[in-house]
């Protein structure tokens, strides 16, 4: 399981930095999206693997590591979505402005090329 | 408690000034000068125990840790300074009042001019060395900020940076200067500084902080090669000039000479440096101010040059010369800025500061020119006003030095020389102006200014007056008083009397006189007519090498930019990636890759499956996202889902809810997006050159190394132990303390609070940028027409597609089904967002996710109905939302400094409620409705701002079109001037 998880991982970050070294607003967007999903899977990752463990106290189950899986890592990754959604809103209003101002979706508001 | 409200008065006056209406000029300067005049008789009240006691002070701890106490100490020094300080300010105010135009916004400038007043009370009274630093770099600050009053003026813009770049520049210097000061002398309490001048004077660092102490005090006091920043700053309103640069802040740097005199003085070092420098400072300014054709500029070369001769006196290691140095700064601070008061009125009521073309004023003015008279002659020594006592006692000093031959016959001559052109510039001023033909050519006819105008200018010259007659009666006991602490407590034995009988100075000042009288009459004549801009035989311009030095470290750093830093964002951003890889594998590299022990999750196929799909979701995703957005958006719906998927399976409902809920929104957000983007050409010739092909390629490396990396680090992170966390404190205490079983939302509302507090915060701020940049964009102009799917049924007119948005659309047939089905969820789907909010504290769900549902489903209305028609039967006003709900949380949270407890404290009540009976209903209940209206107030806010943005945009294009029309336009002219006309009868 860990290993599914490391690579999935690894290719989601690796898609993600292939787009965000892109030269279209677009595909840098899309790149930071992806990028986010692998961060926010690793940072999840950082507790416990734990199946059928969910942090929801159950009266009679003693609160531990052992029954209950890792909370903090899960309160971190549920704020980040949220900022996440938050800053792709505002990413994608800035490059849509530059497209406005420039007339060109490149990342340096200059078309030269790919 | 009197002695610190002398340094809180004016910058407590500088605050609430700042505060009056722009144009309150009678309030804003009447305000002023009652806080001058206040702290005036503060500071006067305070003289029979600065008297008695010789030193009081008012101590309080400031930095413990290092043993500086911020102290407020007053000695004689500090005492008169102060009263020059407060004095001159409470005068300056009042003046301004009438020199000040009304379009100025004279809050500002009084604001400021009462700040630096506190800064420089600060500097005269500081009782340690560090605090003393930080008010003189403060009094560099507002002096930069007077100096640029009128920022609009370029002059006013350089001359305030110059000041600033060489006071500040100094203040710095000066600060190395203390602090080896402070390690020589063993502390930095001024008391202890003092006692110890023997001890500093035999130190090995002793000439490293005389030089840096020095750079300090000629930079402030415009003291050769440091002068040039002074005619500069007289770009200044003249109320600042007579203040800050004739009266009290040039005095700083002499000050701290006198200050330091007991710690410093006394040694060859110091008798060359400061002796030397003075002398120069002497010559040079006084030189220049005789062939000034501006008349604030002659004062302002005549500043620097007395301020030359104070250091000058200071530099001759003697007593008597230190006492001399302290009655010429008072002498001084009364004469130069009564004279630069004068100076505004001319040029106030002349509209000209040109002494060439000044002449003949006095019929026009009499009185002024009476008061400008009187005190040019105390500026060039005539006997019965201050300044001839000064200068008499600076002409002894000068002839009856013991020192090396040359010294001692060089010295006479310097003074003497430079008595004459003082004489000569005095005469300029004094005779130039006021006589002589009758004015012509100048912008206004001149007159007397108001009476007012002139009160501070006959106070200051009455006590030139008052003290040049009666020296001994007037000021003898003051200057005893200031004088002592600067030569160490034993004042040498001299006579304030205006006769010493026959002797060398008397004879030197008559030869300087008639010299002067002399000159005057030869050189007169064509500095009256022509004038010289700049004083013949300087081979070096001060100012000039300035400017040159700054521009050349601009073009250097300006070469430096262009060489290391790209704008462009590729570059920067591959540099990250590379830079975070390799920081990454050299720590490896360190310290070796092993994979730990931790007991491994047995791998299922359902898993493998999953991932195998988002992967392929991913890889796609990046392969289409060039050319086809459409197709990588679905497979990034794709890996989004998958992400979701395996937090339901690893144990997170939470997680999973919330990503599914977002990813829902951002997938609206994007979409709403894609259509203002260009059409990608396919085939480009440029994809296939060789260069981006190697760019392709690096960037594919690049990318495959950092994921690989990615995925080792995180396989070796899953297969570690743990580490030792906090998480258990959190489910150990949910529900005993937390009142809640989801440890999730309750660590969210409750142990992490304050964090999520910032959390929406900045969601809200997000939303609100979002929709703020929004209201200036500009779409591109192909992007405005109708899309070409909705042009394409152009043809069929039986249906809405035409002009979806402009219509009623859906009232039309457009999607009519879908939306019927959409208004009947809009209910059902609040109240699966209050079942979630609601439950939220035990289960899965809560604000976050129940503020994403509400926004969805009024996001499906308006995809489904349109937004006119949405917006015409509901009011949704996201804004708000966002607002209510911030205020709601914060309201929360200061709720618990009610019942005694930190910010943000959760309480739990128990009411009983009929039917439902006794409940738990702890505060973070509330907490969470903040976060649920931020949540769904910004959601609403970016993509309601989104949405709009195509009615906008077709709006414009339709207001456009009206005024291309000709009949259109003609007629909204034409309608005008009527509407206008109908208004007038």
Known sequence: MEIVLSAAIGILGASGIWLVLRARTFQVLMGLSLVSYAVNLFLFSMGSLSIGQEPIVTPGIPADLAHYTDPMVQALVLTAIVIGFATTALFLVVLLALRGLADNDHVDGKDEGA | ?985
């Open chain 2, 1 to 985: 408690m009197e002695i610190p409200l002398v340094l809180l008065l004016p910058f407590a006056g500088s605050i609430v000034a700042a505060l009056l209406p722009t144009h309150a000029r009678s309030a804003a300067s009447g305000f002023a000068g009652i806080v001058a005049l206040a702290t005036t008789v503060l500071v006067v009240r305070l003289y029979p125990e600065v008297h008695a006691q010789g030193a009081i002070e008012w101590r309080q701890a400031w930095l413990p840790a290092l043993g500086v106490d911020f102290v407020v100490r007053l000695d004689g020094l500090a005492w008169m300074f102060s009263l020059l300080v407060a004095g001159i300010g409470c005068l300056v105010a009042f003046y301004a009042r009438y020199y000040m135009s009304p379009d100025d916004p004279v809050p500002r400038f009084f604001a400021f001019l009462l700040a630096f007043m506190g800064a420089m009370l600060g500097v005269v009274t500081a009782g340690n060395l560090i605090q003393l630093v930080f008010f003189w770099e403060v009094t560099s600050i507002f002096s930069f900020l007077l100096i640029g009053y009128w920022y609009h003026r370029r002059d006013a813009r350089r001359g305030a940076f110059m000041a600033l770049a060489v006071t500040g520049g100094g203040g710095l210097v000066l600060l190395v200067g203390m602090l080896l000061l402070g390690v020589a002398a063993g502390s930095y309490e001024l008391d202890v500084v003092l006692a110890r001048g023997a001890a500093i004077r035999e130190h090995a660092l002793y000439p490293v902080i005389l030089a840096l102490v020095l750079v300090g005090a000629f930079t402030k006091s415009a003291q050769f090669p440091f002068h040039f920043w002074l005619p500069r700053a007289m770009a200044a309103p003249t109320p600042v000039s007579a203040y800050l640069h004739s009266a009290t802040m040039v005095k700083a740097g002499v000050f701290l000479l006198m200050r330091l005199w007991p710690a410093l003085a006394g040694t060859e070092a110091w008798f060359v440096a400061v002796g030397g420098a003075g002398a120069a400072t002497l010559l040079l300014g006084a030189w220049c101010a005789m062939f000034q054709r501006d008349l604030k500029g002659l004062l302002a070369y005549s500043t620097i040059s007395h301020l030359g001769l104070i250091t000058l006196l200071l530099g001759l290691d003697s007593p008597l010369a230190a006492v001399a140095a302290v009655f010429h700064t008072m002498n001084h601070a009364t004469f130069k800025s009564s004279l630069f008061m004068a100076a505004g009125i001319i040029d106030h009521e002349t509209g000209t500061r040109d002494l060439t073309r000044l002449h003949g004023l006095f019929r026009a003015m009499p009185i002024t020119g009476a008061l400008a008279i009187v005190a040019s002659a105390a500026m060039a020594g005539v006997p019965l006003l201050n300044g001839f006592l000064s200068k008499e006692m600076f002409f002894a000093e000068a002839f009856y030095l013991d020192a090396h031959p040359v010294i001692q016959y060089a010295l006479p001559l310097i003074a003497t020389l430079a008595g004459t052109f003082a004489v000569v510039y005095a005469l300029r001023v004094a005779y130039g102006i006021f006589f002589g033909a009758a004015p012509d050519r100048l912008p206004h006819a001149p007159h007397e200014p108001v009476r007012w105008m002139r009160v501070p200018i006959e106070l200051l010259v009455f006590t030139c007056i008052a003290v040049g007659v009666a020296p001994a009666l007037v000021i003898g006991d003051l200057l005893a008083t200031a004088a002592r602490p600067v030569v160490g407590g034993q004042l040498p034995p001299y006579d304030l009397a205006l006769w010493h009988g026959f002797n060398a100075p008397l004879l030197m000042s008559m030869l300087a006189t008639v010299g002067g009288f002399l000159v005057y009459r030869s050189l007169g004549r064509r500095l009256g007519s022509a004038g010289l801009d700049v004083a013949p035989f300087l081979p070096i311009d001060g100012q000039r090498s300035f400017e040159r030095t700054v521009a050349g470290v601009d073009r250097a750093a300006r070469a430096l930019v262009r060489r290391i830093v790209t704008r462009r964002l590729q570059p920067q951003l591959a540099w990250m990636v590379v830079l975070a890889t390799a920081g990454a594998a050299l720590a490896v590299a360190q310290t070796g890759l092993v994979w730990g022990d931790r007991q491994r999750v047995a791998g299922t196929f359902a898993v493998a499956a999953l991932w195998s799909v988002g992967a392929t979701s991913a890889v796609a995703a990046a392969w289409l996202a060039k050319f086809h957005r459409f197709a990588a958006l679905v497979t990034l719906g794709v890996t989004g889902l998958m992400v979701c998927i395996t937090f339901v399976y690893f144990s997170a409902p939470d997680l999973a809810l919330t990503q599914l809920v977002v990813e829902c929104v951002t997938v609206v957000l994007f979409l709403l997006g894609l259509r203002w983007l260009p059409k990608r050409k396919l085939g480009d010739a440029s994809e296939r050159s060789p260069r981006t092909r190697l760019r392709r390629a690096r960037d594919l490396a690049v990318a495959i190394v950092a994921g690989a990396g990615l995925s080792t680090l995180s396989y070796a992170l899953l297969t570690r132990p743990a580490p030792h966390s906090i998480s258990p404190f959190f489910l150990d205490r949910a529900l005993p303390e937390g009142g809640g079983t989801n440890v999730i939302n309750v660590m969210l509302v409750d142990f992490r609070s304050f964090d999520t507090l910032g959390e929406i915060t900045v969601l809200g701020a997000a939303a609100l940028t979002v929709y703020a940049l929004l209201r200036r964009f500009r779409p591109p102009r192909e992007a405005v027409a109708l899309p070409a799917q909705q042009r394409l049924s152009l043809g069929e007119a039986a249906t809405d597609l035409v002009a979806p948005r402009e219509e009623a659309a859906a009232l039309t047939g457009y999607l009519k089904v879908p939306a019927v089905l959409a208004r009947l969820m809009l209910p059902l789907a609040v109240m699966v967002a209050v079942y979630l909010f609601l439950r939220g504290h035990n289960l899965p769900g809560g604000g976050f996710v129940a503020g994403l549902v509400v926004a969805i489903a009024f996001i499906m209305q308006y995809l489904v109905a349109g937004a006119s028609w949405i917006e015409a039967r509901l009011t949704l006003n996201p804004a708000r939302w966002i607002a209510v709900g911030l205020l709601v949380a914060v309201a929360t949270g200061a709720g618990a400094w009610v019942a005694g407890y930190p910010f943000l404290t959760t309480h739990t009540a128990h009411p009983e409620i009929p039917l439902l009976g006794r409940i738990a209903l702890p505060s973070a209940l509330f907490f969470d409705v903040g976060v649920f209206s931020v949540v769904t107030g910004s959601t609403l806010l970016v993509l309601l701002a989104l949405a709009h943005q195509s009615i906008r945009a077709r709006r414009a294009q339709a207001a456009a079109r009206d005024a291309a029309s000709p009949v259109a336009s003609t007629t909204a002219v034409a309608a005008l001037p009527l509407a206008v006309a109908a208004d007038r009868r």
